[in-house]
């Protein structure tokens, strides 16, 4: 008996195969990328998945055979092939889910498949009740077995090697690819079909009965239904997937990011500290592996708060900038290079054999720096001050390393700018000394050690006294007297130099008072500010709080200023004097000509006093420059209208030659040294016992042009 298909049963079931096909491909991709749980679940989805679709393909083809008779079907025997076609689909899902598939293992697994597929197929044929039984054609029987184990190896080739990737060229592949074993796995089915005999004579047997074509839909719309579940689910965890990965990506840059910024200078690239000492530890390891020696070096860049101070902030971050690449361009690919601080640069020499070979690397540094730095279109030459320690002489970690290549490197830099030093353990004693002084300093303040001497600054013309400066001393309980040139450095470095200066000018101030209140007649204060002093904000409120404790007219107080202090923020620098100045406080240039010497800032500037530094008075009568560069400010100093002190004068000599110039004032050993208040006061009663007194009026008047305080 021969049957014929129903056209649109065999397109479902063929479009069925199709969609198996692409969602097996899909499934292959997210069984091999899970794990755990995840990838049993997979597993388990997918074999439902597949394992249905392939048998509803079967059962399709087989609702489509027409045929003169009604079939009926044996329900337990059809129910046996639906699970001999999940145990298949798990079996194939299994195997593509390994990492690695050899060719023997392809083949095995192929033959095990098509063995599934074609016992499915079978084992649905004999479900069908008939009477004769049915037949087979064994030609077809083996061309349908030889054709699903090649079926099968194409499917599992093709899920292996498609199943990484996401691109869209992927996806293409896949679709294709589905059509092709798709329709492989219709063509086994209707392959075995055709093998099958039926007698003319047939006739049908008790057993389950089906409307074939309500029911291949319904089986039809499962089978997708169940499929469309599986890939919108692969897709979307496809999705989430890809996302995670995304996720993770940014997530793992943004660590990268964060981790090279905690490790790396931002002006430089360099590394900083944090990196310096990873790459320490590294080292350390190595050498006490090999047995060699490595060298930390901490340089220090001389002068580059000069040329912050002048030229500006960015034309000091271009310096470093190539300075940071000269540096890399000398040193060795086993060195690191790291930038520590503001002006603070360090290497780490590894693979040495003595201290020489350190020297070396010193001498190529120095090398570099001869030529100068071009910044801003000008030329201007950078020196470093080097202090070297080497492991493991000078320490067992880096802490230890870079603490004491630190005190090597602040030895150099206070001996000469532009030298190194190796770390000796006497450096550290000092080094100590300082730390100790330091605290000592925090506490002279609170206990009252520090005291205010005054220093006369006479007329030359008349020899009379209108003003003395206050000078710090600090009265130690057990070192006795620490000279200032010890402990106010330390102060600037400390940044105890602004309270220092605060109480200077509330002491200065309250002394002023008690002399005044004693019946002295008053003489014009002055007191040095900082350059940190002289930026903080609050300068001329604290400065009329400690003339309004004092009840002190402003006209008293005269404030000394460096010319680096004043031009450091010209701008507001300018803003700041004409504030003091509107309150009747003198201005004057302290140490002048060491500086800037510029013209433009005296012209602007409201200025009483040029201060010539002591360096000047020295040599006075030895050097003709010295002579030049004091007649010349003084020159300078008058044609602007403003009075001329020079410092240091010892001999009577130089105050000759001084009053020969046109000097206004002198101060130094040869009238007085500093002396503590009360020997000041018995020295001014003694002088104007001796000659007339200013009047009151003329202590208070200002050189300033922008003065507003004029006294009556």
Same mark, same amino acid.
């Given at each position: 008996?021969?049957?014929?298909?129903?056209?649109?049963?065999?397109?479902?079931?063929?479009?069925?195969?199709?969609?198996?096909?692409?969602?097996?491909?899909?499934?292959?991709?997210?069984?091999?990328?899970?794990?755990?749980?995840?990838?049993?679940?997979?597993?388990?989805?997918?074999?439902?998945?597949?394992?249905?679709?392939?048998?509803?393909?079967?059962?399709?083809?087989?609702?489509?055979?027409?045929?003169?008779?009604?079939?009926?079907?044996?329900?337990?025997?059809?129910?046996?092939?639906?699970?001999?076609?999940?145990?298949?689909?798990?079996?194939?899902?299994?195997?593509?889910?390994?990492?690695?598939?050899?060719?023997?293992?392809?083949?095995?697994?192929?033959?095990?498949?098509?063995?599934?597929?074609?016992?499915?197929?079978?084992?649905?044929?004999?479900?069908?009740?008939?009477?004769?039984?049915?037949?087979?054609?064994?030609?077809?029987?083996?061309?349908?077995?030889?054709?699903?184990?090649?079926?099968?190896?194409?499917?599992?080739?093709?899920?292996?090697?498609?199943?990484?990737?996401?691109?869209?060229?992927?996806?293409?592949?896949?679709?294709?690819?589905?059509?092709?074993?798709?329709?492989?796995?219709?063509?086994?089915?209707?392959?075995?079909?055709?093998?099958?005999?039926?007698?003319?004579?047939?006739?049908?047997?008790?057993?389950?009965?089906?409307?074939?074509?309500?029911?291949?839909?319904?089986?039809?719309?499962?089978?997708?239904?169940?499929?469309?579940?599986?890939?919108?689910?692969?897709?979307?965890?496809?999705?989430?997937?890809?996302?995670?990965?995304?996720?993770?990506?940014?997530?793992?840059?943004?660590?990268?990011?964060?981790?090279?910024?905690?490790?790396?200078?931002?002006?430089?690239?360099?590394?900083?500290?944090?990196?310096?000492?990873?790459?320490?530890?590294?080292?350390?390891?190595?050498?006490?592996?090999?047995?060699?020696?490595?060298?930390?070096?901490?340089?220090?860049?001389?002068?580059?708060?000069?040329?912050?101070?002048?030229?500006?902030?960015?034309?000091?971050?271009?310096?470093?900038?190539?300075?940071?690449?000269?540096?890399?361009?000398?040193?060795?690919?086993?060195?690191?290079?790291?930038?520590?601080?503001?002006?603070?640069?360090?290497?780490?020499?590894?693979?040495?054999?003595?201290?020489?070979?350190?020297?070396?690397?010193?001498?190529?540094?120095?090398?570099?720096?001869?030529?100068?730095?071009?910044?801003?279109?000008?030329?201007?030459?950078?020196?470093?001050?080097?202090?070297?320690?080497?492991? %493991?002489?000078?320490?067992?970690?880096?802490?230890?390393?870079?603490?004491?290549?630190?005190?090597?490197?602040?030895?150099?830099?206070?001996?000469?700018?532009?030298?190194?030093?190796?770390?000796?353990?006497?450096?550290?004693?000092?080094?100590?000394?300082?730390?100790?002084?330091?605290?000592?300093?925090?506490?002279?303040?609170?206990?009252?050690?520090?005291?205010?001497?005054?220093?006369?600054?006479?007329?030359?013309?008349?020899?009379?006294?209108?003003?003395?400066?206050?000078?710090?001393?600090?009265?130690?309980?057990?070192?006795?007297?620490? %000279?200032?040139?010890?402990?106010? %450095?330390?102060?600037?470095?400390?940044?105890?130099?602004?309270?220092?200066?605060?109480?200077?000018?509330?002491?200065?101030?309250?002394?002023?008072?008690?002399?005044?209140?004693?019946?002295?007649?008053?003489?014009?204060?002055?007191?040095?500010?900082?350059?940190?002093?002289?930026?903080?904000?609050?300068?001329?409120?604290?400065?009329?709080?400690?003339?309004?404790?004092?009840?002190?007219?402003?006209?008293?107080?005269?404030?000394?200023?460096?010319?680096?202090?004043?031009?450091?923020?010209?701008?507001?620098?300018?803003?700041?004097?004409?504030?003091?100045?509107?309150?009747?406080?003198?201005?004057?240039?302290?140490?002048?000509?060491?500086?800037?010497?510029?013209?433009?800032?005296?012209?602007?500037?409201?200025?009483?006093?040029?201060?010539?530094?002591?360096?000047?008075?020295?040599?006075?009568?030895?050097?003709?420059?010295?002579?030049?560069?004091?007649?010349?400010?003084?020159?300078?100093?008058?044609?602007?209208?403003?009075?001329?002190?020079?410092?240091?004068?010892?001999?009577?000599?130089?105050?000759?030659?001084?009053?020969?110039?046109?000097?206004?004032?002198?101060?130094?050993?040869?009238?007085?040294?500093?002396?503590?208040?009360?020997?000041?006061?018995?020295?001014?009663?003694?002088?104007?016992?001796?000659?007339?007194?200013?009047?009151?009026?003329?202590?208070?008047?200002?050189?300033?042009?922008?003065?507003?305080?004029?006294?009556?």
């Amino acid at each position: 008996m021969q049957g014929t298909y129903t056209s649109w049963m065999v397109c479902l079931s063929v479009a069925i195969a199709v969609v198996v096909a692409y969602t097996t491909l899909n499934l292959a991709s997210r069984i091999s990328s899970a794990k755990g749980r995840a990838a049993f679940a997979w597993l388990a989805g997918g074999t439902l998945s597949m394992g249905v679709g392939i048998w509803s393909v079967h059962f399709i083809a087989v609702l489509a055979l027409k045929l003169p008779i009604e079939l009926t079907y044996d329900l337990p025997t059809t129910i046996v092939s639906l699970g001999i076609s999940l145990g298949t689909s798990g079996f194939a899902l299994a195997l593509v889910a390994r990492s690695e598939l050899s060719q023997a293992r392809l083949a095995i697994g192929s033959l095990i498949m098509g063995a599934g597929i074609s016992g499915m197929l079978y084992s649905g044929v004999s479900a069908i009740r008939i009477s004769p039984a049915l037949e087979y054609e064994a030609d077809l029987v083996a061309a349908s077995i030889v054709l699903a184990a090649i079926t099968s190896y194409a499917t599992l080739w093709l899920a292996v090697r498609l199943r990484r990737g996401h691109s869209w060229s992927v996806v293409l592949t896949r679709v294709l690819a589905a059509f092709v074993v798709g329709g492989a796995i219709a063509a086994v089915h209707y392959v075995g079909l055709a093998s099958v005999a039926i007698s003319p004579d047939a006739r049908p047997l008790p057993g389950t009965t089906l409307e074939n074509g309500w029911f291949a839909i319904a089986l039809g719309l499962f089978a997708f239904g169940v499929l469309g579940v599986t890939l919108i689910t692969i897709m979307y965890d496809a999705y989430l997937a890809r996302h995670l990965r995304d996720s993770d990506f940014l997530r793992a840059q943004v660590h990268a990011n964060a981790r090279h910024a905690a490790r790396h200078d931002v002006l430089t690239n360099l590394p900083n500290r944090l990196g310096l000492a990873e790459a320490a530890e590294s080292a350390m390891a190595e050498a006490t592996r090999s047995g060699r020696a490595f060298a930390l070096m901490v340089m220090d860049v001389d002068r580059l708060k000069t040329i912050n101070d002048s030229l500006g902030h960015e034309a000091g971050d271009e310096l470093l900038r190539e300075l940071s690449q000269r540096l890399r361009a000398v040193l060795r690919r086993s060195d690191t290079l790291a930038r520590l601080a503001g002006d603070e640069f360090a290497i780490l020499a590894c693979d040495l054999d003595d201290a020489q070979d350190a020297e070396r690397i010193v001498a190529k540094i120095t090398d570099l720096l001869r030529d100068p730095f071009v910044t801003r279109k000008l030329e201007c030459h950078a020196s470093l001050s080097i202090g070297i320690s080497l492991f %493991p002489n000078d320490g067992a970690s880096f802490e230890a390393l870079l603490r004491r290549a630190e005190v090597a490197m602040r030895t150099a830099k206070e001996a000469s700018g532009g030298s190194y030093r190796f770390y000796a353990p006497e450096m550290s004693s000092i080094a100590d000394n300082r730390l100790v002084l330091e605290t000592e300093l925090r506490r002279a303040l609170e206990l009252e050690q520090l005291e205010l001497h005054y220093q006369p600054k006479v007329d030359i013309s008349t020899g009379r006294v209108r003003s003395a400066e206050a000078l710090i001393r600090w009265r130690h309980p057990t070192r006795g007297v620490v %000279p200032p040139n010890v402990f106010i %450095p330390l102060a600037e470095e400390s940044g105890l130099i602004v309270p220092l200066g605060e109480w200077v000018l509330r002491r200065a101030c309250r002394q002023l008072r008690v002399w005044i209140d004693s019946g002295m007649r008053p003489v014009r204060v002055a007191v040095n500010l900082s350059a940190k002093q002289f930026r903080q904000a609050e300068l001329t409120s604290v400065v009329e709080s400690a003339l309004s404790e004092s009840r002190l007219e402003p006209g008293y107080l005269e404030l000394e200023l460096t010319e680096s202090a004043v031009m450091h923020d010209a701008e507001q620098s300018a803003k700041t004097l004409q504030k003091l100045s509107t309150m009747g406080v003198h201005i004057s240039i302290d140490d002048f000509g060491t500086g800037y010497s510029s013209l433009s800032y005296l012209r602007r500037f409201p200025l009483d006093k040029l201060k010539i530094d002591r360096s000047f008075i020295r040599d006075l009568m030895l050097n003709p420059d010295d002579v030049s560069i004091v007649r010349a400010i003084i020159s300078l100093a008058h044609s602007l209208r403003l009075r001329v002190v020079a410092e240091g004068v010892e001999t009577a000599e130089q105050l000759e030659f001084l009053k020969n110039l046109g000097c206004d004032q002198y101060q130094g050993f040869y009238y007085s040294p500093a002396v503590p208040p009360e020997e000041f006061a018995a020295l001014i009663a003694r002088i104007r016992s001796e000659r007339p007194e200013y009047t009151e009026a003329d202590m208070l008047k200002t050189q300033s042009r922008l003065s507003a305080y004029t006294p009556t």
